[in-house]
């Protein structure tokens, strides 16, 4: 694995894919999409290695295995919020952890989930009664503040507010343009659009409004390569060069960094955490959009009367799907240089979404090292660094 450091020096623009025409708008992702970023890093070898995109070349750059993007800051990585955390609108320095609520719901209540082990996901009927509206999460959590949070089994977490590393959601920043006529160089009448990027060299952070908060927080972005291919590892090895990064051609500086090889380990927490025997309770949190054959679950989970159970890629782990936290499905699409054509759209699970297991077979600390490993079920969505999984326990 040789990890990389991205600056983004412009505002990075990650459409969704959603038309845009004159008196527009362009629409964002919340994040750049894995597929662009694994797509201009390619770009940018091919173009290093002498702009020959040839088929053998094109293969190798292919089978090349990218992760990332992910917030950084020094030593910190960071982690998109995940989906089981909610917050009070009366105490924000306060989290509550939602789980499967087995054996809570109320008397005449159900669900109709497709298989009927799986149990909805709430809050539980005495954090429910605290009657406490929602705010919204911070959007990135440090690694310290993650590792906690999934390895604590406490239905409750306090968060100080004076901690500078839960951040807000990225700046978006907008531009308000006219249409120029290509004859006279004077711009069209009543031909205005707007554009917008996400900028991603600082973050506001969380809770910066107190005393004493300078309100944002200097931010890198981290990635990594894999590899077997020797002129892959040796242009990578050497990377320092400005290249674009999303739409519109803005640019971001990328850089071979050793020193960012240890923010991709499992932490010590987790790994310990997952070690223990008594580890029956697994949680696994996506850091990337995951993309699945069956959808919304992922496709090495199989029904066996009644029950959704598989092993875990790259393990010997098995388990069963008791719940599952998730947000609304997301498209991602895209341009194929290979083929010149618009790529099939695809549905997303959003990052940060929680899968909650029931250990059936093997050893919960072997999932240590699949720490930030894709579960994707595709090798090649798994090669463009969709479905990166965090491990923990419930």
């Known amino acids: 694995m040789i990890p990389i450091q991205v600056t983004a020096r412009d505002p990075v623009v990650s459409r969704d894919g959603r038309p845009f025409s004159t008196g527009g708008r362009i629409r964002l992702t919340d994040w750049p999409v894995p ?12 173009i290093l290695h002498g702009k020959d995109f040839s088929g053998q070349v094109l293969s190798d750059l ?12 020094g030593n910190q990585l960071f982690f998109p919020a995940p989906q089981d955390a909610v917050r009070s609108a009366q ?6 952890r939602a789980k499967p609520l087995l054996g809570e719901l109320p008397s005449g209540s159900g669900a109709d989930w497709p298989h009927g082990s799986i149990t909805p996901v709430g809050l539980s009927s005495g954090q429910a009664a605290e009657n406490f509206k929602p705010e919204t999460v911070p959007a990135w959590w440090s690694v310290d503040a993650f590792s906690a949070w999934m390895t604590t089994e406490c ?13 807000l959601k990225p700046v978006t920043e907008e531009r308000t343009h006219l249409a120029i006529d290509a004859r006279t160089g004077t711009a069209k009448d009543g031909e205005i659009f707007v554009s917008a990027g996400i900028s991603l060299d600082r973050m506001p952070r969380f809770n910066w409004e107190k005393p004493n908060f300078d309100g944002y927080l ?11 291919v020797g002129w892959i590892r040796q242009a990578v090895l050497g990377l320092d060069s400005l290249a674009p990064l999303g739409g519109e051609r803005r640019l971001a500086h990328w850089k071979h960094m050793e020193i960012l090889g240890g923010l991709w380990k499992c932490p010590q927490s987790v790994s ?13 949190v996506l850091a990337s959009p995951g993309i699945f054959t069956q959808g919304w679950r992922p496709g090495w989970l199989n029904a066996n009367n009644g029950v959704l159970e598989g092993t875990i890629p790259g393990t010997s782990v098995r388990v069963q799907l008791v ?17 010149d054509k618009p790529k099939a759209i695809k549905r997303t699970v959003p990052a940060g979404g929680v899968y909650f297991f029931k250990l059936i077979d093997g050893s919960a600390g072997d999932l240590a090292g699949r720490w930030l490993r894709s579960v994707c079920d595709s090798e090649q969505d798994a090669r463009d660094g969709f479905g990166m999984a965090t491990w923990g326990t419930w």
């Not at 597929?35 to 091919?46: E, F, I, K, P, Q």
């Not at 200097?218 to 077997?228: F, K, R």
């Not at 719940?323 to 083929?339: L, T």
Request: contains cysteine.
């Open 91 to 96: 105490s924000p320095d306060r989290f509550l």
């Open 272 to 284: 310990r955490r997952l070690a223990q025997p008594a580890t029956k309770q697994i949680r696994m």
């Open 218 to 228: 200097p931010m890198t972005l981290a990635a990594s390569v894999e590899t077997d």
């Open 62 to 73: 292919k089978n090349m295995r990218v992760q990332g993007l992910l917030p950084a800051n």
């Open 155 to 167: 239905d409750h977490a306090m968060i100080n507010g004076n901690n500078y590393s839960y951040l």
């Open 35 to 46: 597929s662009m970023v694994s797509g201009s890093l390619r770009s940018l070898l091919g």
């Open 323 to 339: 719940g599952a936290s998730i947000g609304r499905w997301r498209a991602v699409s895209g341009w194929c240089y290979e083929s």
